[in-house]
T-cell receptor, first 112, second 113 residues
Framework: NAGVTQTPKFRILKIGQSMTLQCTQD?????MYWYRQDPGMGLKLIYY???????DKGEVPNGYNVSRSTTEDFPLRLELAAPSQTSVYFC???????????FGQGTRLTVV | DAKTTQPPSMDCAEGRAANLPCNHS???????VYWYRQIHSQGPQYIIH???NNETNEMASLIITEDRKSSTLILPHATLRDTAVYYC??????????????FGGGTRVLVKP
């Protein structure tokens, strides 16, 4: 039981490049989330999904896209990387209701 | 979801109890209080949650005041490994709310030998 797995752990992108941050969970959770955390700050919600085929915007969605074709996977797409997207990205999952959320170990992204 | 207020930082001595306060004066009747912590840029880790009764698990205790406008997380015997940022979050854990967690600034706790 691996929990929430994020890949890659580190990435350096050039301005204007694109990439996909991968997130997969093996707990059969229906809810999944993407957060970003800038240095010294709290986490901000980018997108979330309440089940396969259903996604919705969080607090800071601009510059990102998501898809949820399976229960297990929730990839985050950056189309045109900008320096403002330099951050640590966390994926999380939970079962609906009063349960806890489980977080991945993060992807540290630098845009230069 | 109701907003929370936490002190930005606090120190505590190793082996002593650490009491972390959280103010949530605008909490509504169906909102729960959750605590998470984040150790040195790792992913946040769930600690405990409660509605109105005090709760205890193997990690911590949660004390919620009778009017539910504030709460205290208690780490009974702090260790150096408890050094982390602790987040107090209040939310409605129902499907319609998306089960979202909204993080504030948290309290940076430093456990000293």
């Amino acid at each position: 039981n691996a929990g929430v797995t994020q890949t890659p752990k580190f990435r350096i992108l050039k301005i204007g490049q694109s990439m996909t941050l991968q997130c997969t969970q093996d707990m059969n959770h229906n809810y999944m989330y993407w957060y970003r955390q800038d240095p010294g700050m709290g986490l901000k919600l980018i997108y979330y999904s309440v089940g396969a085929g259903i996604t919705d915007k969080g607090e800071v969605p601009n510059g990102y896209n998501v898809s949820r074709s399976t229960t297990e996977d929730f990839p985050l797409r950056l189309e045109l990387a900008a320096p403002s997207q330099t951050s640590v990205y966390f994926c999380a999952s939970s079962y609906e209701g009063v349960g806890e959320a489980f977080f991945g170990q993060g992807t540290r992204l630098t845009v230069v | 979801d109701a907003k929370t207020t936490q002190p930005p930082s606090m120190d505590c001595a190793e082996g002593r109890a650490a009491n972390l306060p959280c103010n949530h004066s605008t909490i509504s009747g169906n909102e729960y209080v959750y605590w998470y912590r984040q150790i040195h840029s790792q992913g946040p880790q769930y600690i405990i949650h409660g509605l109105k009764n005090n709760e205890t698990n193997e990690m911590a205790s949660l004390i919620i005041t009778e009017d539910r406008k504030s709460s205290t997380l208690i780490l009974p015997h702090a260790t150096l490994r408890d050094t982390a940022v602790y987040y107090c979050i209040v939310r409605v854990p129902f499907k319609a709310a998306g089960n979202k967690l909204t993080f504030g600034g948290g309290t940076r706790v430093l456990v000293k030998p």
